[in-house]
């Protein structure tokens, strides 16, 4: 049976178990595409194609984000702003999907406080009451990148499986 969180985002009640329903999320980008599942807990998941040219990065960097992250993704070698780029806008959008929001949510009200990264994305919020989220970014394969939201204060563990 499907029930809804209260964003009308779907999950599934297996067993009769309301209180711990399967989460899930999907994504896809190009011939990519990702499931997450997890039990009772709120997951959302984003894979983007990175090996595309971005004119327009920087305008829609604006749009995205805010001033302060503008600020903070400037200050990264320039080498690094695309990469930068998907790993920002993967995280935020695994994290709008996990809510049911989707991007009916301004993207730009998601603050990530870029510390480096190359290695680690560090989420504040606006809410004092949205915490205890993780997030996983990892490369599937040569150009996909693909972040994962978890609400969770356990340590996230991944189980991945590909599908020929």
């Known amino acids: 049976m499907f029930l809804t969180n209260k964003n009308g985002k779907p999950r599934?009640?297996?067993?009769?178990?309301?209180?711990?329903?399967?989460?899930?999320?999907?994504?896809?980008?190009?011939?990519?595409?990702?499931?997450?599942?997890?039990?009772?807990?709120?997951?959302?998941?984003?894979?983007?194609?990175?090996?595309?040219?971005?004119?327009?990065?920087?305008?829609?960097?604006?749009?995205?984000?805010?001033?302060?992250?503008?600020?903070?993704?400037?200050?990264?070698?320039?080498?690094?702003?695309?990469?930068?780029?998907?790993?920002?806008w993967t995280i935020k959008e695994a994290y709008l999907k996990a809510l049911g929001t989707g991007l009916s949510r301004d993207p730009d009200t998601v603050h990530l406080k870029i510390e480096s990264v190359a290695e680690k994305a560090v989420m504040t919020f606006d809410d004092p009451e949205e915490e205890s989220w993780q997030f996983i970014t990892f490369e599937e394969r040569p150009g996909y990148l693909v972040s994962l939201a978890l609400r969770t204060e356990k340590k996230l563990g991944i189980r991945r499986f590909s599908f020929p």
């Open 12 to 88: 599934v009640n297996i067993g009769g178990r309301e209180e711990s329903p399967w989460e899930f999320n999907f994504s896809h980008s190009r011939d990519v595409a990702m499931l997450a599942l997890v039990r009772g807990q709120e997951v959302g998941i984003d894979v983007e194609y990175t090996l595309k040219s971005m004119p327009d990065l920087y305008e829609v960097l604006e749009v995205v984000c805010r001033q302060d992250e503008v600020r903070q993704f400037l200050a990264l070698p320039e080498v690094w702003h695309q990469q930068a780029f998907y790993k920002l």
